[in-house]
């Protein structure tokens, strides 16, 4: 009988992976493999790789009780080579296998360690996502601009979610306008669940302890949930009590209140344990039943069919070298308050701590907090690509690199959006509760409590000025600092150097 291996990664948990779907349960061998690569390219936080390693074990426990034969190689397991061409070649000699089965991963390192490999291995498309990568392609094909909206709507066209006909529900695509509120703390606003660790969970969390003592982040208490019935447990929580409030809410920003009603549902999507169709089909339902205004389930299903599907689209599109572009050629490196060092700005602080404490941080304080303050203080963009991708539970750098290198930092070069999402200190004040309690005065634009954004972003436009002077949606603000009293001016950047050298120094700031 000749045997083929079938690879299984931590963020393919679905029993109908396309590599599954491919194999033969009578005579096939599932490979599954905690290796130690995985956990160390980037110092990963513990809870993503509790995470994924639990899952792991539950779904390959899954696939043994569904008839499948599972290689399963722990982290410390004296035999387990720590790399996944290590493992399948290991497993291929016991095995007598000579080809691979696999889904194709979601990372061109992975993509070509599979395509290096001294074994035949074939990569199916994953088809999980609703836009293949081809017809991603034709859809980018001969497109000056590939603006994320003009997607959108014909995603929504393909899935018939939230359409009447030819035509959006509500007469409309789109309902911006109607969210992104500045929030009030709620001693009542709903809280999304939390799971209880279970014996396997449990000696999952034990061994991170043990193998990843230093990595950034903590470990315990640890709540997500790990199985399929978790995720959908999750789903149904957010789509009953978090989904009403989520368009209004899902800028804002709130010192003790992390998730406000935001789903936490990308972890379960990014490691195969819920369905994008499942999640929006969900919303959809919660708003035909009247539970979910519009305005809510139109802007969650636009990050799921819209922006999730897209932003693949572009990293598979733009092939490996994607993660590479520094288009503003920005090099400074990450300043240690992204691993936790003391700082007077409130918003880093307050955004810095919750990563650490529950790897997750939702969209607004990535791209409005830690990836503004490295865009306009030209902090390397691959410097806070690996750091997001570290940091993040949800984050594999499918989803991670589009959203860091092209729509937080601009390294791109404009593939992602029209222009860099700098902004002052302002936008933070109107969105959060964060510049109340910070030792920097948001009003002052200089002086000794002048907060730094406001001082960073007229540097980062002077820095850039041939560059970006000319886009129509940014020239107003280079008129504005025309205008301004040379004096001004000259104290705005002389204050901006002096503050970039203090972080360059590690001085607190």
């Known amino acids: 009988m000749v045997r083929r291996l079938v690879l299984i990664l931590g963020d393919q948990l679905t029993p109908d992976v396309a590599a599954l779907r491919a194999a033969n349960p009578a005579q096939d061998v599932v490979v599954m493999a905690e290796v130690r690569a995985e956990g160390t390219y980037v110092p990963h936080h513990p809870q993503k790789i509790a995470l994924i390693l639990s899952a792991m074990r539950h779904f390959a426990e899954d696939l043994r009780r569904a008839g499948w034969t599972v290689a399963y190689s722990r982290l410390d397991d004296p035999d387990n080579t720590h790399s996944m061409p290590g493992e399948l070649l290991r497993r291929a000699a016991e095995f007598g296998a000579t080809e691979v089965l696999a889904t194709r991963p979601g990372e061109w390192r992975l993509i070509t360690a599979l395509d290096e490999m001294p074994l035949p291995v074939t990569q199916a498309a994953d088809d999980r996502f609703l836009c293949s990568d081809a017809e991603f392609a034709d859809w980018a ?128 999507l990014n490691i195969g344990l819920l369905s994008p169709m499942e999640v929006c089909q969900a919303a959809e339902a919660a708003y035909a039943a009247g539970k979910a205004p ?134 933070i004040d109107r969105m959060s509760d964060y510049c109340g309690g910070c030792r920097y005065k948001v009003k002052d634009k200089t002086g000794p409590d002048a907060c730094p954004f406001n001082l960073l972003y007229w540097h980062f436009l002077l820095r850039h000025r041939d560059r970006f002077q000319s886009n129509p949606r940014m020239a107003q603000m280079y008129r504005t600092w025309d205008k301004m009293d040379e004096a001004r001016r000259r104290t705005t950047l002389s204050e901006a150097e002096a503050f970039l050298h203090r972080l360059d120094m590690g001085k607190r700031v």
């Open 294 to 427: 519009l305005n809510a389930v139109e802007g969650f299903i636009r990050q799921i069919i819209g922006w999730r599907e897209y932003v693949r689209g572009i990293y598979m599109l733009h092939g490996p070298g994607y993660a590479d572009q520094n288009a503003l050629g920005a090099d400074r490196a990450l300043p240690d308050l992204y691993w936790g060092a003391k700082t007077d700005m409130a918003c880093l602080s307050h955004a810095v701590a919750q990563t650490r404490d529950l790897a997750y941080a939702h969209h607004i304080q990535r791209l409005m907090v830690t990836g503004l303050f490295g865009l306009i203080a030209g902090i390397s963009p691959q410097a806070l690509h690996a750091w997001y991708l570290a940091v993040y539970i949800d984050a594999f750098e499918w989803v991670e690199a589009p959203n860091t290198i092209g729509m937080s930092q601009f390294a791109d070069g404009g593939v992602l959006g029209s222009k860099p999402y700098a902004a002052s200190g302002a936008y």
């Open 141 to 268: 094909e001969g497109r000056k601009q590939l603006r994320m909206e003009w997607f959108y709507r014909e995603m929504r066209r393909k899935t018939g979610l939230l359409m009447d006909g030819d035509q959006p529900v509500g007469g409309q695509w789109n309902f911006d306008h109607d969210n992104r509120k500045p929030a009030q703390p709620d001693l009542f606003r709903p809280r999304p669940p939390r799971f209880a660790p279970d014996a396997t969970t449990a000696e999952v969390l034990d061994l991170v302890e043990a193998q990843y003592p230093q990595h950034f982040g903590r470990l315990r208490p640890f709540g997500w949930g790990v199985t399929r019935a978790d995720a959908l447990a999750a789903l149904d929580w957010f789509a009953a009590h978090a989904l009403p409030r989520f368009g209004d809410e899902q800028d804002a920003m709130l010192a003790d209140d992390p998730t406000l009603s935001h789903s936490l549902l990308s972890p379960y």
